[in-house]
Each structure stands twice: as C-alpha cells, then as structure tokens.
C-alpha cells in the first residue's frame, strides 16, 4: 500500500520523503511540506493547500487525472493527518 503525505496528500515516494530534524526519512511527510523536523509552511490553512496541491498537479495529469483531482482532493485532504479535526 503506497503512502500518502499527511499534508498535502502527494505519494511518498523515496525522493518525495521529507526529513526529521535528525537527518531520517519521514513517515509522514514529503518533503514539500516537511523539513529538518518542521514544517515548511506552519501557518497554510487547508484553503492554500488545497490551492497549492491543484497547482502542483497541474501539467502533469492527464484529463482524466484533472478531473479526478478536482473532484477528490478537496476530500482526500481533509483526511490528513494535518487537517483532521
Ligand atoms: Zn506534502
């Protein structure tokens, strides 16, 4: 089962994987989100992640891939971690 940044919700892959403050892979997060054992942005709201996360994906999805996101995302990021409330 592949896992998910529990920020932005993109696959953590084995370059995407942000790092503790240690120099160690995080489980959780990428590292867009994620560095040195803090976020990088600790004030965004769900809002600009969700706007961040559309931009991100964009150009590289296929249709398909767009519409999928726009119709999931806003509801697969409200079940991270971070956002969960
Ligand atoms: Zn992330």
């Given amino acids: 089962m592949s896992k998910f940044c529990q920020s932005c919700g993109m696959p953590l892959e084995e370059s995407t994987h942000g790092t503790e403050s240690r120099g160690s892979l995080s489980e959780k997060y990428c590292h867009l989100c994620y560095e040195n054992g803090q976020f990088i942005e600790p004030d965004i ?3 600009q992640m969700l706007a ?34």
């Fill in 45 to 47: 709201t769900y809002d």
């Fill in 52 to 85: 961040r996360g559309k931009k991100n994906c964009r150009g590289s999805g296929s249709g398909i891939g767009q519409f999928f996101l726009s119709t999931f995302y806003p509801f697969q990021l409200k079940k991270l971690d971070r956002w969960k409330k």
